[in-house]
């Protein structure tokens, strides 16, 4: 057990540019979340994945971000046309069934929109 | 509505002395309810966690927390802070009516001074 990991941790890019994140969960957990956190705030929920099925998407998830878990493993995390206000960490979590025992959650990616 | 309430910022204590965190909730049945800590640039790691049963709850690196329901608190507290604890602290309630989500507050920084 690696844990969930994340990649790149860190990305700058210029506004609108199109940027894409990569998160590993722990290899048997089913389900993968993907929460946004901007300075001086708590996580706040993007979308969840239960195995391949994205099955909720926030309403901060907006029509230029797009995630994917194409075989139930990995995610990637796309978001076209970048802005200013997309600066933010976006953290990927993972749990085994139900999310009610806790995420364990990834290091993040950083992202800088200049 | 869900929601968490974390009311102090910031916070200084002294090296091994006492801690207490504080966490409001807002949730229309039995919640459950986390925290977090999160050290600078990465993810968060879960300190304890309450579901059912015993009201105080104990966590990892020391830590504790008491559900106390008549006051929609889970203040979290630790006897003796130690320099390592430094951190930000974040409380999480849900789940979310889908079951897929949990709400953060928006933490709060310790710093420990010698």
């Known amino acids: 057990d690696t844990g969930v990991s994340q990649d790149p941790r860190h990305k700058i890019t210029k506004r609108g540019q199109n940027v894409t994140f990569r998160c590993d969960p722990i290899?048997?957990?089913?389900?993968l979340y993907w929460y946004r956190q901007t300075l001086g705030q708590g996580p706040e929920f993007l979308t969840y994945f239960q195995n391949e099925a994205q099955l909720e998407k926030s309403r901060l998830l907006s029509d230029r971000f797009s995630a994917e878990r194409p075989k139930g493993s990995f995610s990637t995390l796309e978001i076209q046309r970048t802005e200013q206000g997309d600066s933010a960490m976006y953290l990927c979590?993972?749990?085994?069934?139900?999310?009610?025992?806790?995420?364990?959650f990834g290091s993040g990616t950083r992202l800088t929109v200049v | 509505a869900q929601s968490v309430t974390q009311p102090d910022i910031h916070i200084t204590v002294s090296e091994g002395a006492s801690l207490e965190l504080r966490c409001n909730y807002s949730?229309?049945?039995?919640?459950?309810l986390f925290w977090y800590v999160q050290s600078p640039g990465q993810g968060l790691q879960l300190l304890l966690k309450?579901?059912?049963?015993?009201?105080l709850v104990q966590g990892i690196k020391g830590f504790e927390a008491e559900f106390k329901r008549s006051q929609s608190s889970f203040n979290l507290r630790k006897p003796s802070v130690h320099w390592s604890d430094a951190a930000e602290y974040f409380c999480a309630v849900g789940p979310s009516n889908t079951g897929n989500q949990f709400y953060f507050g928006t933490g709060t920084s310790l710093t420990v001074i010698p």
């Open positions: 979590a993972s749990s085994l069934g139900d999310s009610y025992y806790g995420y364990t």
């Open positions: 290899s048997e957990h089913n389900r």
């Open positions: 309450y579901f059912s049963g015993d009201t």
């Open positions: 949730y229309g049945a039995t919640p459950y």
